[in-house]
């Protein structure tokens, strides 16, 4: 059974920083693809990065250079460091979990569709 818990959003001002957080079950961090996507309200959800088993990373287009992703194995922990963030980033963000990776790499939370595995999601808002 998949088993994700997010933690760390909150509200900030444009230009800020946060750090989210996501445990894992042992089996579902050493057995799945994990990574992040958003869903802001009204708008389909987003992929915004995952990492691979051997440290690659993807990230959308619109969080390159800001958005930094990372794992801690000895914690089955996933990071998403978040700075310069803009009132566009506002969103739930969900860790997530799947095997589609073993299909499309890093882009397996970029092609639609497949959003795996995640957890109840946490708030991240960002006022201007």
């Known amino acids: 059974q998949v088993h994700l818990e997010e933690s760390g959003g909150g509200s900030v001002q444009a230009g800020g920083s946060l750090r989210l957080s996501c445990v894992a079950s042992?089996?579902?961090?050493?057995?799945?693809?994990i990574g992040w996507f958003r869903q802001a309200p009204g708008k389909e959800r987003e992929g915004v990065a995952t990492i691979l088993s051997d440290g690659t990373t993807t990230y959308a287009d619109s969080v390159k250079g800001r958005f930094t992703i990372s794992t801690d194995n000895a914690k089955n922990t996933l990071y998403l460091q978040m700075s310069s963030l803009k009132p566009t980033d506002t969103a739930m963000y969900y860790c997530?979990?799947?095997?589609?990776?073993?299909?499309?790499?890093?882009?397996?939370?970029?092609?639609?569709?497949?959003?795996?595995?995640w957890g109840q999601g946490t708030q991240v808002t960002v006022s201007s």
């Open positions: 997530t979990a799947s095997h589609a990776c073993l299909d499309y790499g890093g882009s397996w939370l970029f092609r639609g569709g497949d959003f795996g595995h």
């Open positions: 042992a089996t579902t961090y050493r057995n799945y693809c």
